[in-house]
């Protein structure tokens, strides 16, 4: 009773138009990019890295977390005298 006209295809094709994204653990993406586990948490608390909350961990977008890394900028030299102008330590002047 196996009618071609009525046949169904059981395993639709997934479409990729996009890719999977590779996701890992905070401690597997700071020890895939040499970086502290601290500083790769921070990130991803803040918002400022695409992670997810699986449960108890966080699973980092290890794609977008490289992007975030190579399009941050450095401070320039200038940036950081002004920056440190008004939260350096300066000594007290004492009045005798």
Same mark, same amino acid.
């Given at each position: 009773?196996?009618?071609?006209?009525?046949?169904?295809?059981?395993?639709?094709?997934?479409?990729?138009?996009?890719s999977?994204?590779?996701?890992e653990?905070?401690?597997?993406?700071?020890? @895939?990019?040499?970086?502290?586990?601290?500083?790769?948490?921070?990130?991803?608390? =803040?918002? *400022?890295?695409? $992670? #997810?909350?699986?449960?108890?961990?966080?699973l980092?977008?290890?794609?977008?977390?490289?992007?975030? @890394?190579?399009?941050?900028?450095?401070?320039?030299?200038?940036?950081?005298?002004? =920056?440190? *102008?008004?939260? $350096? #330590?300066?000594?007290?002047?004492?009045?005798?």
């Amino acid at each position: 009773m196996s009618n071609p006209a009525f046949a169904v295809d059981c395993k639709p094709e997934i479409k990729r138009s996009r890719s999977i994204p590779r996701m890992e653990t905070i401690k597997n993406t700071a020890k @895939l990019f040499g970086l502290p586990e601290h500083l790769v948490r921070q990130k991803v608390l =803040s918002g *400022e890295v695409v $992670a #997810i909350s699986a449960g108890r961990r966080y699973l980092v977008n290890v794609d977008k977390f490289a992007e975030y @890394l190579n399009s941050n900028t450095i401070s320039t030299s200038a940036d950081q005298e002004e =920056s440190t *102008e008004y939260t $350096a #330590i300066r000594p007290i002047p004492v009045k005798l």
